[in-house]
T-cell receptor, first 115, second 109 residues
Framework: EAQVTQNPRYLITVTGKKLTVTCSQN?????MSWYRQDPGLGLRQIYYSMNVEVTDKGDVPEGYKVSRKEKRNFPLILESPSPNQTSLYFC??????????????FGPGTRLTVT | GENVEQHPSTLSVQEGDSAVIKCTYSDSASNYFPWYKQELGKGPQLIIDIRSNVGEKKDQRIAVTLNKTAKHFSLHITETQPEDSAVYFCAASGDDMRFGAGTRLTVKP
């Protein structure tokens, strides 16, 4: 089954404790992206990747890191989480290198709480 | 960059009625306009999209219209059913994709 998977689905952590949210897709998609969803703000892009070893900042990259060493995986790293990073996070992937042309497939989401 | 505004933020309709959600965008270079449906506890899922060379597209009970001159596009759902209840997001994409803030649609049986 074609899908985007994220782990963990739920995470409660404390300020300053490094964490990684994994994302994997099995559709051989070139484009992958991370979003955060907050009430009233919709989906805001954190980082995106057009292909392996190519990553770019989205609208809200501060406090986050990503890597794209393999085509299928795109982990999101919070080196020193803070309470304002409490949010619902979505990973997405798309067929082409240009995000404007293709449907994005979203993962099920990761609800992160930072205390 | 692109800026997308979506209205209304909440919408409640009676089963069988129509629902309309409207979005405006700012970047005239945007050429792809998808609509996503997000059910509780799930990620957004594409329900329909339209490209800039088309003015209207239909898929059963769902239709999208695009007015490039006015920079607005709309989602129309006819004969609404309770399972249409969800949060709907519009998006506009050119060099980058921007999402609207979302509309929570409730269809009352």
């Amino acid at each position: 089954e074609a899908q985007v998977t994220q782990n963990p689905r739920y995470l409660i952590t404390v300020t300053g404790k490094k964490l990684t949210v994994t994302c994997s897709q099995n559709m051989n998609h070139e484009y992958m992206s991370w979003y955060r969803q907050d009430p009233g703000l919709g989906l805001r892009q954190i980082y995106y990747s057009m292909n392996v070893e190519v990553t770019d900042k989205g609208d809200v990259p501060e406090g986050y890191k990503v890597s794209r060493k393999e085509k299928r995986n795109f982990p999101l790293i919070l080196e020193s989480p803070s309470p304002n990073q409490t949010s619902l996070y979505f990973c997405a992937s798309s067929l082409g290198g240009s995000q404007s042309l293709y449907e994005q497939y979203f993962g099920p989401g990761t609800r992160l709480t930072v205390t | 960059g692109e800026n997308v505004e979506q209205h209304p933020s909440t919408l409640s309709v009676q089963e069988g009625d129509s629902a309309v959600i409207k979005c405006t965008y700012s970047d005239s270079a945007s050429n792809y306009f998808p609509w996503y449906k997000q059910e509780l506890g799930k990620g957004p899922q594409l329900i329909i999209d339209i490209r800039s060379n088309v003015g209207e597209k239909k898929d059963q009970r769902i239709a999208v219209t695009l007015n490039k001159t006015a920079k607005h596009f709309s989602l129309h759902i006819t004969e609404t059913q309770p399972e249409d209840s969800a949060v709907y997001f519009c998006a506009a994409s050119g060099d980058d994709m921007r999402f609207g803030a979302g509309t929570r649609l409730t269809v009352k049986p």
